[in-house]
Nanobody, 126 residues
C-alpha cells in the first residue's frame, strides 16, 4: 500500500532550475531512506542522490555535483530534488525511491529499492 508520487517535472531551458517533489503515503515516511534515480533513453537507471531517515544526505553522482541538492521534510512526508544550472544531458525520467529501515548511506543499485515512484519527465531544451 506504500505509494510514491513525484511532481515538479517538465520542460525547462538549459541553465534553468527545477524542484522535484516526492510524497510517500501508506507508510511511516520517517522509517524510509529516500533517494532519486534518473534514466535517460537507452541508458541504465542511474542513482543521483540519497538522504537518510534523519536528513543526512549521502552520495551525489559526479555529473550533478554543485548543481543538485537532495533534502527531506518528515513533517510533510516529502523528499525533494533541487536542480539548478540544468544541462541538456540532465534530460531523463526521474524516479523517487525508498528503502524501508535501511542504512544504505552509499550509492544504490536499482535492485536494492523497495518502492518506486512512477517517474516524472524532465526535459532540458536549448
Amino acid at each position: 500500500q506504500v505509494h510514491l508520487v513525484e511532481s515538479g517535472g517538465g520542460l525547462v531551458q538549459a541553465g534553468g532550475s527545477l524542484r522535484l517533489s516526492c510524497g510517500l503515503s501508506g507508510g511511516t515516511f520517517s522509517l524510509y531512506v529516500m533517494g532519486w534515480f534518473r534514466q535517460a533513453p537507452e541508458k541504465a537507471r542511474e542513482f543521483v542522490s540519497g538522504v537518510t531517515r534523519t536528513g543526512q544526505t549521502f552520495y551525489l553522482v559526479d555529473s550533478v555535483k554543485g548543481r543538485f541538492t537532495i533534502s527531506r521534510d518528515n513533517a510533510k512526508n516529502t523528499v525533494y530534488l533541487q536542480m539548478n544550472s540544468l544541462k541538456l544531458e540532465d534530460t531523463a525520467v526521474y524516479y523517487c525511491a525508498a528503502i524501508f529501515r535501511g542504512a544504505a548511506d552509499r550509492e544504490w543499485g536499482p535492485q536494492e529499492v523497495n518502492y518506486w515512484g512512477q517517474g516524472t519527465q524532465v526535459t532540458v531544451s536549448s
